[in-house]
């Protein structure tokens, strides 16, 4: 069992940057994939990022390659998302999420994922 609780969300500007924070609980997190996803009102939830379990390998969402890094530290037992040059269109709520059982090729498939956060609201303004 983990437990997820994400922090770091908050308003920001167009172009600005956001660091968030994702909590795990348990003492087998090197053992998760860790991903995190956003929902924006109205929209499916969407898939961001995740990395592996020694964070040998990472994987983005075509939208944030290139502004958002993610990064986890096994012996804190936490994962981050570097936000960078944001846009109003990343405005949503950011989910972590866990995986101790991800396919090969399925990191961006939220149904792989078996331990969810309560989400953090990330909204950018123009």
């Known amino acids: 069992q983990v437990q997820l609780v994400e922090s770091g969300g908050r308003l920001v500007q167009a172009g600005g940057s956001l660091r968030l924070s994702c909590a795990a609980s348990g003492r087998t997190f090197s053992s998760y994939t860790m991903g995190w996803f956003r929902q924006a009102p109205g929209k499916e939830r969407d898939f961001v990022a995740a990395?592996?379990?020694?964070?040998?390998?990472?994987f983005y969402a075509d939208s944030v390659k290139g502004r958002f890094i993610i990064a986890r530290d096994n012996a804190k037992n936490m994962v981050y998302l570097q936000m960078n040059s944001l846009e109003p269109e990343d405005t949503a709520v950011y989910y972590c999420?866990?995986?101790?059982?991800?396919?090969?090729?399925?990191?961006?498939?939220?149904?792989?994922?078996?331990?969810w956060g309560q989400g953090t609201q990330v909204t950018v303004s123009s």
């Open positions: 990395i592996s379990r020694s964070a040998g390998s990472t």
């Open positions: 999420a866990a995986s101790y059982s991800l396919r090969y090729g399925l990191a961006s498939r939220g149904s792989e994922y078996n331990y």
